[in-house]
């Protein structure tokens, strides 16, 4: 099992570009969500979706936006990147509100 | 709104000491968890606590849920340099179970 895929795992990016960060799970979970993680910091939840074409927003999602046309796949999109969003950004599934699976991580620079 | 605190926000040990981080909710919880993220890593789930007064072991480490499902422990005995790493807890949002909320977590640094 692969279990959560993010891609890429390192990406810079200009002030004012846009891109998408790719996630993708295997274990046919229903939940799926995305946080960043600032240095030294905890989780904030940026976006969440409980199931394919259901997505609602968390703490902080300005500036994204998300989609969920599949159960496998749900990727983050940055629009007009400013250096706020410099961070680390994980992609998590889970069954229910239970035990979660991280994907690796994607660390974005902004500049 | 719902808050989860830890503490303490960092710890450091000599290797071979215990250390101990605390989880406290501003509300019940119907579920505790617990992860770990080394150094440059990601968040990994370590354990799930569901009923009041739990407690669960993995070999050094123990888990408590408190009687009243609002606070939670994480114990590791004889620490190691192989523990370093954040812990945090997390707990279902009770306004929305959908989502969990997030302790800002305990830094632990082990020193040989």
């Known amino acids: 099992n692969a279990g959560v895929t993010q891609t890429p795992k390192f990406r810079i990016l200009k002030i004012g570009q846009s891109m998408t960060l790719q996630c993708t799970q295997d274990?046919?979970?229903?939940?799926m969500y995305w946080y960043r993680q600032d240095p030294g910091m905890g989780l904030k939840l940026i976006y969440y979706?409980?199931?394919?074409?259901?997505?609602d927003k968390g703490e902080v999602p300005n500036g994204y936006n998300v989609s969920r046309s599949t159960t496998e796949d749900f990727p983050l999109r940055l629009e007009l990147a400013a250096p706020s969003q410099t961070s680390v950004y994980f992609c998590?599934?889970?069954?229910?509100?239970?035990?979660?699976?991280f994907g690796q991580g994607t660390r974005l620079t902004v500049v | 709104g719902q808050q989860v605190m830890q503490i303490p926000q960092y710890q450091h040990v000599q290797e071979g000491e215990d250390f101990t981080t605390y989880c406290n909710s501003s509300?019940?919880?119907?579920?505790i968890q617990w992860y770990k993220q080394r150094p440059g890593g990601h968040p990994v789930f370590l354990i799930q606590?569901?009923?009041s007064g739990e407690v669960k072991k993995q070999k050094r480490l123990t888990f408590q849920f408190g009687e009243a499902k609002k606070n939670s422990s994480l114990h590791i005995t004889a620490t190691q340099t192989t523990d370093v790493g954040t812990y945090f807890c997390?707990?279902?949002?009770?306004?929305?179970?959908?989502?969990?909320?997030w302790g800002l977590g305990t830094s632990l640094a082990v020193n040989p």
């Open positions: 997390a707990g279902p949002d009770a306004g929305n179970n959908r989502k969990l909320i």
């Open positions: 274990m046919n979970h229903n939940y």
């Open positions: 998590a599934s889970s069954y229910t509100h239970t035990e979660a699976f």
């Open positions: 509300t019940t919880l119907s579920n």
């Open positions: 606590l569901v009923k």
């Open positions: 979706s409980v199931g394919a074409g259901i997505t």
